[in-house]
């Protein structure tokens, strides 16, 4: 079974802070994912990645960003957090970029930002 | 763009019985894939079942089938036999492949014993 593991699933920061989530999975997924789950808002891509090293920004980038050193791990970065930024987040992975291919998602982290 | 819509944020359904979750979508790629996800509480989120645009039959998986209106840009979710472990968080998704996945606003599912 893939398992796709994040590193806590309840963090309290404080504003300005700097905040690490870690993704990492065990299957040698090449895709790699960041979402953002609100209540009334669904799903929001962060940022994603085809590769090591490589990522492209999603829909909501801003006040993130994120690193990719090793085929299996995949952070989060929020270089100042803010209290917008109080929300739950969700990684993913899949195989490859074809269409078809599963998603296969993390507990998620639970962050509250004070 | 691609988009997803889910008109039902709430839904409920007794046990046993059949519910219908909505879900439309607008893209304009002629080649695309549609998906469910599932996400019980407290708990990650999986793939319920996925239906490839170009194919015309219905997707099944046991309880769980699509109705596919291509020309109406609709992907509805019938679960038939409802149980208690199917309340959760619904989220239809579509790709076309060059991009990633887009998911609607989700729809949660309440069974009532």
């Known amino acids: 079974d893939v398992k796709v593991t994040q590193s806590s699933r309840y963090l309290v920061k404080r504003t300005g802070e700097k905040v690490f989530l870690e993704c990492v999975q065990d299957m040698d997924h090449e895709n790699m994912f960041w979402y953002r789950q609100d209540p009334g808002l669904g799903l929001r891509l962060i940022y994603f990645s085809y590769d090591v090293k490589m990522k492209e920004k999603g829909d909501i980038p801003e006040g993130y960003s994120v690193s990719r050193e090793k085929k299996e791990r995949f952070s989060l970065i929020l270089e100042s957090a803010s209290t917008n930024q109080t929300s739950m987040y969700l990684c993913a992975s899949s195989l490859s970029s074809l269409a078809l291919e599963t998603q296969y998602f993390g507990p998620g982290t639970r962050l509250l930002v004070l | 763009a691609q988009t997803v819509t889910q008109s039902q944020p709430e839904m409920s359904v007794q046990e046993a019985e059949t519910v219908t979750l909505s879900c439309t979508y607008d893209?304009?790629?002629?080649?695309?894939?549609l998906f469910w996800y599932k996400q019980p509480p407290s708990r990650q989120m999986i793939l319920v079942i996925r239906q490839e645009a170009y194919k015309q039959q219905n997707a099944t998986e046991n309880r769980f089938s699509v109705n596919f209106q291509k020309a109406a840009k609709s992907f509805s979710l019938k679960i038939s036999d409802s149980q208690l472990g199917d309340a959760a968080m619904y989220f239809c998704?579509?790709?076309?492949?060059?991009?990633?996945?887009?998911f609607g606003k989700g729809t949660r599912l309440s069974v009532i014993a």
């Open positions: 893209t304009s790629e002629s080649d695309y894939y």
């Open positions: 998704a579509t790709t076309s492949g060059n991009t990633p996945l887009v």
